[in-house]
């Protein structure tokens, strides 16, 4: 079945620093890849996503790009700040059918001032 | 625009006793689903609606748990009865149209004692 698979956190950066977390899905069909992030308290929200091939999602700094070859969907931000502390999610949906979301694990971000 | 509201936020019960979630979608919003969400674990669909119709309930432990969206708007999720097992965080997310955005809710944190 569809999967998806991120690296284990928690990961700790200093403000400033690069960030990558990666992502890999297994997936029948053409899925639509997504990241959310998950603040203390609060629900999921879409950060990203992108919905073929090549293309790239980008919001509030961070950035994807949908790699087919890979079947990776890697988040990136060039320059983390405190306020990016939060769990983030790769999660994808398929077109055949109704498929609902498939998640990963989540990442926990901290980061330090 | 009002987002996904739940209700409680946080509950606390004994094993054996019942339990009620409640969710009211986006307005407008046809599709609503059900997340499980253990601790350290991504999101999990337990059922999914359109409208006033079950689609997906596949992943739904039927032996105590139940749904109902009577009137296609918002939806209550039960369990009876719960168990030490059933400690977790129950999101609710609504979505115009199926294969659209997701919104999640907070999520009601259920604590089985």
């Known amino acids: 079945g569809d999967s998806v698979t991120q690296m284990e956190g928690p990961v700790t950066l200093s403000e400033e620093a690069f960030l990558t977390i990666n992502c890999t899905y297994t997936a029948t069909g053409y899925p639509s890849l997504f990241w959310y992030v998950q603040y203390p308290g609060e629900g999921l929200q879409l950060l990203l996503k992108a919905t073929k091939a090549d293309d790239k999602g980008s919001n509030k700094g961070f950035e994807a790009t949908y790699r087919k070859e890979t079947t990776s969907f890697h988040l990136e931000k060039g320059s983390v700040q405190v306020s990016d502390s939060a769990v983030y999610f790769c999660?994808?949906?398929?077109?055949?059918?109704?498929?609902?979301?498939?998640f990963g694990k989540g990442t926990r971000l901290s980061v330090i001032a | 625009e009002a987002g996904v509201v739940q209700s409680p936020r946080y509950k606390i019960i004994e094993k054996k006793q019942p339990v009620a979630f409640w969710c009211n979608p986006i307005?407008?919003?046809?599709?609503l689903y059900w997340y499980l969400q253990n601790l350290g674990q991504g999101p999990e669909l337990l059922i999914r609606y359109e409208n006033e119709e079950a689609v997906d309930d596949s992943q739904l432990p039927k032996d105590r748990f139940s749904a109902e969206r009577l009137k296609g708007v918002d939806s209550t999720l039960k369990i009876q009865p719960a168990e030490l097992g059933d400690s977790a965080v129950y999101l609710c997310a609504s979505s115009l149209v199926t294969q659209g955005e997701q919104y999640f809710g907070p999520g009601t944190r259920l604590t089985v004692t």
């Open positions: 999660a994808l949906t398929t077109s055949s059918g109704n498929t609902p979301l498939v």
């Open positions: 307005s407008g919003h046809n599709t």
